[in-house]
């Protein structure tokens, strides 16, 4: 079945940068929206940003506009998401997840990567 596997996370001095991978495993997620996600502990998980297939939509939540992009290399069957101008409270387990076409919900998700942004 369809997989997807998280990378690039770590320890990043706050102003640093940091770039995630997220790439599929056991399919190629042909036509699915792409999307991360963060959760830090005893909080909710929280959007960060989207990105549909052809790379013609995305969008984000307001507290990473401007320094946060996500994309996608369908050949490579891999999504991104490259933050800038890393905050204290970015920290947090950065998840990917997959949105099957015609579908509302995210039906696949990675196991996460950590982001540790010191102040």
């Known amino acids: 079945q369809e997989q997807l596997v998280e990378s690039g996370g770590g320890l990043v001095q706050a102003g640093g940068s940091l770039r995630l991978s997220c790439a599929s495993s056991?399919?190629?997620?042909?036509?699915?929206?792409m999307g991360w996600f963060r959760q830090v502990p005893g909080k909710e998980r929280e959007f960060v940003a989207a990105?549909?297939?052809?790379?013609?939509?995305?969008n984000y939540t307001g507290s990473v506009k401007g320094r946060f992009t996500i994309s996608r290399d369908n050949a490579k069957n891999t999504v991104y998401l490259q933050m800038n101008s890393l905050k204290f409270e970015d920290t947090a387990i950065y998840y990917c997840?997959?949105?099957?076409?015609?579908?509302?919900?995210?039906?696949?998700w990675g196991q996460g990567t950590q982001v540790t942004v010191s102040s």
């Open positions: 990105i549909n297939w052809n790379s013609g939509s995305t």
């Open positions: 056991g399919g190629t997620f042909v036509g699915y929206a």
């Open positions: 997840a997959a949105r099957p076409p015609g579908r509302r919900s995210y039906k696949y």
